[in-house]
């Protein structure tokens, strides 16, 4: 079974995957580099991976090379965690969440669902503010229905506002 390791603090300048192998090339043809660029400058982006076949020779590795100076910097060696395809932003971002205090039946809400929909009612700048096909007199069937949820809220305030106009 091969280990991956990662391997830090590298030098954000352009480097060869060669040169790197080159450190490790006393310990044979059975490890393999893998230095991570950036695509669009080419330049390496301070990190890379090392794959050695097995767990004995991967820690014999991190003592060995562990502060070893590469192009005048340490290189820092550790055993790379698993990554897994598509899971990468759940790991890193665990949804969070969020109550709404102002609401009578509070339901939790996913924080990413909430930023979506917040995102999504922005108007769009486009266009200036013109609508398009709006008849000038609206019909109560034709009407915007405000949010269920704050539906209660909204009727308190109109009937303050009712209350605030005729005295």
Known sequence: MS???Y???LPKE??????LQAVFAAEGDAVTTK???DRKTGKCRGFGF???????????IIEKYNGQLFKDTAIKLEKALPRTKGEENNEEQPT??????TTNN???TPAKENNRREKSS???RRGGGVRENTPATATSDDAIRPDPRWANELEKLKQMLAAQTTS
């Open 3 to 5: 280990i991956r390791l």
């Open 7 to 9: 391997i830090g603090n």
């Open 14 to 19: 352009e480097i060869d995957r060669q040169e």
């Open 35 to 37: 230095l991570i660029k």
């Open 50 to 60: 090392l794959t050695v076949n097995n767990d004995e020779q991967a820690d014999q």
């Open 96 to 101: 969070k969440v969020i109550t709404h205090p």
């Open 106 to 108: 509070s339901s939790p």
């Open 122 to 124: 922005k108007k769009s």
